[in-house]
């Protein structure tokens, strides 16, 4: 008889999610799922309301990736007034966009995923977590404590504090950068590079324990997605698109983002309210691509910092016929990234221009659509706004990371279960692997669904088939 195995919750990883195995007739694995089980309507709820007031919203989706969802919206609302953003605000903008990145990547790296790395993981599970580091390797668990300090640092010391901050406005940003807080950032910035330098060093050394879990961690061919400035280098804020295939030839590149709906488009699955994006040209499902620190490292042609860009290289030299197709190594790109954020910050602090007064422009919207298009640290995130005449906002779609990455995290799954499932007695091993695919991918839950629907001026909870399942006047 089939049987079917349930993982929940998930640990370690944000949100709420779990993991369903299917096994056929004789034991075997049949299939695995991700089921995010959680639903938010940011897309519905913040229809009528103007779009001046979304970038504050939308930072409301998240505690961790607040930033990532207020640089996007910004976007699209600076499209919706029709404005040059002056440069000192483009400049603040990608500052605190660094220091965003930077705790985010020091939290799934140290946090969720070190406890796996350094114990290993068949550790007993009491062990792997924080502590369990904190007491086999201080000098670890304290550097990533450390860095995500520093990243939150930054973005208090930018923007007034560190968790939903509202400081990123349409136009630009709402207050200039306190030249007091110019030396205090660039103090710490050294401190930063020492402990991420520290990191890859333990990361590189580790690889050669976990050769099962580079070869079953989501390690098969797909096609990847990133941003990339003019001349193909990485860029989070003002990129343009760049797919490449699982052979590493581009298939599209520099591609306006405005025009992203030619290229991406969306599925439904009933067992899960996250949405399945996947490249258009293919077709569902066999359009399915990645996104994140690896896939922008694989798509990029290199970085403009000195540090990073050696890094990249190393990187690239893991598989130099082709992109690195394991998904494991989507840590190794987290701490590679936190260097270029790093030397980024330092290069912008030099830059007499982010002390200048003008800081935000301010208009009526001239314009009835806005798309805004940016890399959140878990991979590219997409803003798409329309509004009336009045500035209200009408109808909204979001298309965050981890939808992005949901096809492939459900054949990691699947390719992670058939190497260390074996019948209906789920090891601890096993469990903790499953998790640790998806904690390979980062995902942030929170940020991944948004589906309300309303009738007769009644909002209705949808299942991801459409089928009503509450509602309310």
Not at 279 to 287: I, N, S, T, W
Not at 348 to 368: H, K, S, T, V
Request: glycine share 8%; net charge negative; charged share 20%.
């Amino acid at each position: 008889m089939a049987q079917q195995v349930v993982i929940e919750p998930i640990s370690r990883i944000e949100g709420h999610g779990k993991i369903t195995i299917q096994l056929d007739e004789q034991g075997q694995v049949a299939d695995a799922r991700l089921h995010v089980t959680q639903l938010r309507g940011f897309e519905k709820f913040c229809e009528g309301r103007p779009f001046t007031e979304m970038v504050s919203l939308v930072e409301r989706i998240c505690g961790i990736c607040p930033i990532s969802h207020s640089m996007a919206s910004s976007k699209a609302c600076d499209q919706i007034m029709g404005v040059r953003v002056p440069d000192a605000a483009l400049k603040l903008r990608k500052m605190i966009n660094f220091g965003a990145f930077i705790q985010s990547h020091a939290l799934s790296f140290f946090y969720l995923s070190s406890p796996d790395l350094l114990l290993g993981m068949d550790a007993e599970p009491e062990q792997r977590n924080i502590f369990g580091v904190l007491k086999a390797d201080p000098v670890l668990a304290n550097d990533g404590i450390r860095l995500r300090q520093i990243g939150q640092q930054v973005v208090e010391w930018l923007a007034g504090k560190r968790i939903h901050p509202s400081w990123v406005v349409p136009g630009g940003v709402n207050k200039p950068f306190n030249a007091v807080f110019k030396d205090d950032i660039q103090a710490i910035l050294p401190e930063g590079v020492e402990i991420v330098q520290r990191a890859l060093a333990f990361f590189k050394q580790s690889t050669s324990k976990f050769d099962d879990e580079i070869r079953t961690f989501a390690n098969f061919p797909s096609y990847f997605l990133g941003l990339v400035d003019r001349n193909g280098m990485l860029e989070y804020v003002d990129g343009r698109l760049r797919f490449i295939d699982a052979a590493g030839d581009t298939v599209v590149d520099q591609v306006d983002p405005s025009r992203y709906q030619e290229y991406v488009a969306e599925a439904v699955e009933t067992y899960s309210y996250l949405k399945s994006p996947y490249y258009k040209p293919l077709g569902y499902p066999e359009g399915m691509y990645r996104v994140g620190p690896a896939a922008r490292l694989n798509v990029c042609s290199g970085i403009t910092t000195p540090l990073a860009h050696a890094e990249w290289a190393e990187f690239r030299n893991l598989a130099p016929k082709g992109p690195v197709l394991s998904s494991f190594f989507n840590h190794h790109a987290r701490l590679i990234e936190m260097l270029y954020g790093l030397e980024m910050l330092d290069r912008l602090l030099r830059d007499e221009d982010i002390l200048d007064q003008n800081i935000r422009a301010i208009a009526e919207p001239n314009f009835q659509e806005g798309i805004g298009v940016v890399e959140a640290p878990r991979g590219t995130l997409f803003h798409h706004y329309k509004v009336d005449g009045n500035g209200l906002m009408t109808w909204l779609n979001l298309i965050v990371a981890t939808g992005n990455n949901n096809l492939a995290m459900n054949r990691g799954l699947l390719q992670v279960a058939k190497h260390f499932v074996h019948g209906d007695k789920l090891t601890d091993s096993a469990t903790n692997r499953l998790q640790a695919v998806i904690r390979a991918f980062d995902p942030c839950l929170s940020c991944s669904t948004h589906c309300l629907g309303t009738k007769g001026g009644v909002i209705q909870l949808l299942a991801a088939d459409g089928e009503v399942l509450d509602e309310a006047g």
